[in-house]
């Protein structure tokens, strides 16, 4: 459903006095604004935008890296040359993480961005407009200017100064900043969410209007319903509020409610989001291990577990602490300084949040993450993202059924780490590692109910060993390696076409960095009875033929018996565009 296609939510509280008035009339505040109120100035139909909540119904261009660059600086680029930011892996699958997320509705980014025009922070010339209500969506700098600041829901310290304490409290809190009109210093979003953390919605507050019957109305511009001019309604006596969201006799009533517990009514700051954000992805002295992040020393940082897909996903530490959602639905936070951020999309739209770990002294902990599908209907695609510095771990399910779950066990190794996981059922998920200037992505691997497939991986020493422990039908592997040329922010990739495992195999890749063009990453299986079978995968110099002489070596001894194995690997070089021809070796005898 589109955020601006709002359902009949049928809600009880009962312990809420506000029931009562849950069905109440139009929302719409039509009527001419009172004169004793705390206004800022802000008014829908010229300071909001013209154009509904989209999510991804629309063609939208939502980040790129220039965004990721504005936003955390040069340690998300692997590489900067000829002034171009090509994203690490982990920098990159966390953008693309949040542009997915983005499909479900944009209404963060609108909110902040209308706030930003109105209090002057940007000019809406950038976009092609003299004023907001101007702007269209065919421009492509606006249509990324939202997506930037839909983001900053996820970051630090972006989306972490929030009142969220009581209804009172935050009317309190925007009755001072409404009270300094256009010339307040603080400006605030409105995040709205059902009792269940359900539903969350971005929505901006402009105005308080007091009403003779002991309650106040926050007035908001709501960006599923451009140029109106809508409103919050709180009850001091209870410490309660209520919005109702649709006045269209077409289209069934949502109501939100809530109270001092239920703690889903909150404002967000704005000011918060101008500057630079924290990295948590970011290995800031460039070290190439999950466990030599510095950075982490001077700032607390996290692990980020994004999802997709109607699942529950926790986290579980090694002594046994949770955080996330159990599969009841219930939210849990057993671990100190841990968060469950919930996203703001649209109405009525069901998202797994976002959780975070703390890593303690620039150390990962070992960690658990479970993910148990909840689609009673059919089978779903289930996406996770395990995202720290210097290492992103993916893994995309495309058929996990009701009540089936994978967990995935991240472990610190030394240099490097090892990640296991686990199925319910045989299942074939797309495994993706990615470092800072390498991936790694499996595909075709089986994982059997009392199965492991276990990844070790140190970026220094360019190792890469899975194994396949307990399995009886291990499947055929695809494996494909990328890298990145620091200085010149080319992409080498290579790519074997298929290889049969057989139980208990372990499968070994040894890669040099990209700066160093004298190695050629080798691949390797080893079988349970000790025997080895050893791959070359050539890589073509880009710059060049003076790679040649050591290409023609590694092809003769590919192509002699003795180095036969037969499969079928194809190494390949490439440009951002990945659109340079293969060169295959087909290993003969």
């Not at 709501?222 to 919050?232: A, C, G, L, Q, T």
């Not at 993450?369 to 909840?374: F, L, V, Y």
């Amino acid at each position: 459903m589109r955020p601006h296609s709002p359902v009949l939510i049928a809600l009880l509280l009962a312990s809420n006095s506000i029931l009562a008035c849950a069905v109440a009339a139009d929302n719409s505040s039509t009527q001419s604004i009172a004169a004793e109120m705390n206004d800022s100035g802000f008014r829908p139909d010229i300071n909001g935008f013209s154009f509904q909540n989209y999510g991804d119904d629309l063609s939208t261009v939502d980040l790129t890296p220039i965004e990721m660059q504005r936003m955390f600086g040069d340690k998300v680029c692997a590489s900067t040359a000829d002034g171009k930011c090509v994203l690490t892996y982990p920098a990159k699958r966390w953008m693309d993480e949040a542009v997915k997320a983005m499909g479900y509705g944009h209404c963060e980014g609108i909110a902040v961005l209308s706030d930003l025009i109105y209090y002057n922070q940007l000019n809406p010339s950038k976009f092609g407009g003299n004023s907001t209500i101007e702007l269209t969506l065919k421009d492509e700098l606006l249509q990324r200017e939202i997506g930037y600041w839909w983001v900053t829901q996820v970051t630090n310290p972006g989306g972490s100064n929030k009142v969220y304490e009581s209804p009172n409290s935050v009317l309190d809190v925007l009755a001072k900043a409404f009270g300094e009109g256009q010339n307040s210093k603080e400006w605030w979003v409105m995040g709205i969410y059902q009792p269940d953390g359900s539903g969350g919605h971005a929505i901006t507050p402009f105005a308080i209007e007091d009403m003779d019957n002991g309650t106040s109305r926050i007035l908001v511009y709501d960006n599923n319903w451009p140029k109106e001019s809508r409103f919050v309604e709180i009850d001091r006596s209870t410490n309660t509020w209520r919005y109702v969201a649709s006045i269209n006799p077409n289209e069934s009533t949502e109501v939100y409610v809530g109270n001092a517990s239920t703690k889903s009514l909150e404002i967000v700051s704005v000011s918060s989001r101008l500057g630079p954000q924290e990295c948590d992805f970011c290995d800031e002295d460039n070290a190439t291990s999950l466990n030599k992040s510095k950075g982490a020393l001077n700032s607390q940082k996290h692990i980020q577990i994004w999802q997709d897909g109607i699942a529950n996903t926790y986290v579980t530490d090694e002594q046994g602490r949770r955080v996330g959602v159990l599969e009841s639905g219930k939210f849990v936070n057993e671990i100190p300084d841990a968060e469950v951020r919930n996203l703001r999309f649209g109405m009525d739209i069901e998202h797994p949040p976002v959780i975070f770990v703390p890593m303690q002294s620039g150390m990962s902990p070992h960690i658990k993450a479970t993910i148990k599908s909840m689609n009673d209907s059919e089978k779903d695609n289930v996406d996770i993202a395990i995202i720290s510095p210097g290492l992103a771990v993916a893994s995309s399910i495309p058929d996990l059924g009701q009540g089936e779950q994978q967990s995935i066990d991240l472990v610190p190794a030394g240099e490097g780490y090892e990640v296991s996981f686990h199925c319910s059922r045989a299942l074939s998920p797309t495994i993706s590692i990615g470092t800072d200037y390498q991936e790694i992505v499996v595909s075709g691997a089986n994982i059997e109910p009392d199965g492991t497939v276990s990844i070790s991986m140190n970026p220094e020493e360019g190792s890469f060993i899975m194994r396949t422990i307990g399995i009886t039908n291990p499947g055929t592997l695809r494996l494909q390696l990328t890298s990145i040329d620091q200085k010149s922010g080319e992409l080498f990739a290579f790519q074997s076409l298929g290889l049969s495992l057989r139980p208990n195999d372990g499968v070994s890749l040894n890669f040099a960095g990209p700066q160093n063009r004298a190695g050629i990453p080798s691949l390797s299986v080893t079988h349970e009875n000790g025997n080895t079978e050893n791959v070359l995968l050539v890589i073509r110099d880009p710059l060049g033929e003076t790679y040649q002489s050591s290409v023609n070596s590694f092809i003769n001894s590919i192509l002699s018996p003795s180095g036969s194995t037969g499969a079928d690997f194809r190494g390949f070089t490439t440009t951002q565009n990945m659109q340079s021809p293969p060169i295959s070796f087909i290993p003969h005898g």
